[in-house]
């Protein structure tokens, strides 16, 4: 299994960034999707999740009206529109993979799968 997340870069503050990731190797209507992120020396947080089923999607409050995710089934994608970005969006983001939805928002062990992560580096 592998996701390939792209699309990290340098962008300035109140710019806009989009994330991709690439899934392969796993059945992807069989997985909610979501991306993570971890700051240099923090703990990993979640930021946007997304279900197989309806489409609901999550965010934590931080990025709330900011960033945007969705999924395309058919190409196995997921991407993060992240707009309004603020010097502490500074980190390595993650696209995940859960069967339960839950795991992704609490960046649980429940999480099947990570990808090798993305840098998005905000400057003032």
């Known amino acids: 299994v592998q996701l390939q997340a792209s699309g990290g870069g340098l962008v300035q503050e109140g710019g806009s960034l989009k994330l991709s990731c690439a899934a392969s190797?796993?059945?992807?209507?069989?997985?909610?999707m979501g991306w993570v992120r971890q700051a240099l020396g923090k703990e990993r947080e979640f930021v946007a999740g997304?279900?197989?089923?309806?489409?609901?999607?999550y965010y934590a409050d931080f990025v709330k009206g900011r960033f945007t995710i969705a999924r395309d089934n058919a190409k196995n994608m997921v991407y993060l529109q992240m707009n309004d970005v603020k010097p502490e969006d500074t980190a390595v983001y993650y696209c995940?993979?859960?069967?339960?939805?839950?795991?992704?928002?609490?960046?649980?062990?429940?999480?099947?799968?990570w990808g090798k992560g993305t840098q998005v580096t905000v400057s003032s």
């Open positions: 997304i279900r197989w089923v309806g489409g609901a999607t």
């Open positions: 995940v993979a859960a069967r339960f939805i839950q795991h992704i928002r609490q960046v649980s062990s429940g999480v099947n799968y």
């Open positions: 190797g796993l059945t992807f209507s069989d997985y909610n």
